[in-house]
């Protein structure tokens, strides 16, 4: 079906343009309820043409008797590009606001399906209280450190890695006040030998804590952030936090690259049907609302879930997966938008 849509909207050319639709087309997926589309507008555009819009919804209706959801996406073009960090190139948050929407597991294969793009790639877990990163790797090692008491990051599946999961035994409950925490996430932004090889990494994802206090405001401030990529499930109560989220880092002007809308629905592997576990447009129409991309929807699998807990990431387990697909397609928007100057540099 999805092959169909693409064929249908091939030869619908953007007024005033040589782009057509197919051209401009981010992200599409097809399910039992729906077949959603989202595309991006050049930067001249402020808004698509409703004849242009109108055209593309009758060509999908053409080929798919299913209801047809477009939504537009314009770019901001204006990003950071240096970083705060040395040895990094690209600092990229991954927020929520908070807690329990998988916002670590978005994370972590985002950074694998960023590296799978050719970028150098780390990830830093500033979640000082709930560390996730070492059991979705099964790594629980402290790192070493060199003479002058710098710390040498984790590698592992080809990733560079730091939590202070790392650094503290297993179950232990970190009981700290927030200046203690300040002088944490202080340590890790700045005590961290990312190019111990001599090779800067070109992006840096950190998994940031849920909330909107003082340990975002001072990771984005420190690190200089190229982008964030906020992650959310559409329940009210998710959504509530994402959005302020938003506007957290829209206050302190840094760039938002989209939301992803994860545990977006569940495929029913015995009857083939999708169901709504939460409601079905929250995350789509909070992207609306705010004018940021819609990257991707991400279904609930209990794959998914199994391999954070084993410590084996899903992309590496399940590379042909459609949701390692769908991290793929995040992951080059998310290239696209900061990262594609670097990569002609660092790797052409």
């Known amino acids: 079906m999805e092959s169909a849509i693409r064929d249908a909207i091939r030869n619908l050319v953007l007024p005033g343009t040589t782009l057509n639709a197919l051209d401009l087309l981010e992200y599409i997926q097809v399910d039992a309820t729906k077949a959603f589309l989202v595309f991006k507008l050049p930067d001249a555009f402020e808004t698509v043409d409703k004849a242009w819009e109108q055209s593309i919804q009758q060509a999908c209706q053409q080929v798919c008797d299913l209801p047809i959801m477009i939504t537009f996406n314009r770019h901001k073009t204006e990003q950071k590009v240096a970083s705060g960090i040395n040895g990094v190139r690209h600092v990229i948050a991954v927020a929520s606001g908070k807690?329990?929407?998988?916002?670590?597991?978005?994370?972590?294969?985002?950074?694998?399906?960023?590296?799978?793009?050719?970028?150098?790639?780390?990830?830093?877990?500033?979640?000082?209280?709930?560390?996730?990163?070492?059991?979705?790797?099964?790594l629980f090692e402290?790192?070493?450190?060199?003479?002058?008491?710098?710390?040498?990051?984790?590698?592992?599946f080809g990733v560079k890695l730091m939590s202070m999961g790392f650094m503290v035994p297993k179950d232990a409950a970190v009981i700290w006040r927030g200046l203690m925490v300040q002088s944490a996430i202080g340590q890790m932004l700045g005590d961290v030998l990312w190019d111990v090889d001599d090779k800067p990494l070109d992006v840096l994802f950190i998994d940031l804590p849920p909330g909107t206090g003082d340990a975002q405001l001072t990771i984005a401030q420190k690190s200089n952030l190229s982008g964030t990529v906020i992650v959310s499930t559409s329940q009210e109560l998710a959504l509530i936090d994402a959005r302020r989220a938003i506007k957290m880092f829209e206050k302190v002007n840094i760039p938002i690259l989209g939301i992803v809308d994860n545990m977006s629905h569940f495929d029913c592997p015995g009857c083939g049907l999708s169901s709504h576990l939460f409601p079905e447009n929250g995350v789509l129409d909070a992207s609306r609302i705010h004018n940021i991309p819609l990257l991707g929807q991400i279904p609930i699998d209990i794959a998914f879930r199994q391999a954070a807990d084993a410590g084996t990431p899903f992309l590496l387990e399940y590379p042909r997966h459609p949701i390692s697909l769908i991290f793929a397609q995040i992951a080059q928007q998310v290239a696209d938008a900061v990262l594609g100057a670097t990569k002609a540099v660092a790797h052409g």
């Open 99 to 138: 807690g329990g929407v998988g916002k670590s597991s978005v994370c972590l294969n985002l950074a694998l399906a960023a590296k799978n793009l050719g970028f150098s790639v780390g990830v830093l877990d500033a979640d000082i209280y709930g560390p996730s990163l070492p059991t979705m790797t099964d």
């Open 142 to 156: 402290k790192p070493e450190a060199t003479a002058d008491k710098k710390i040498i990051p984790h590698l592992k």
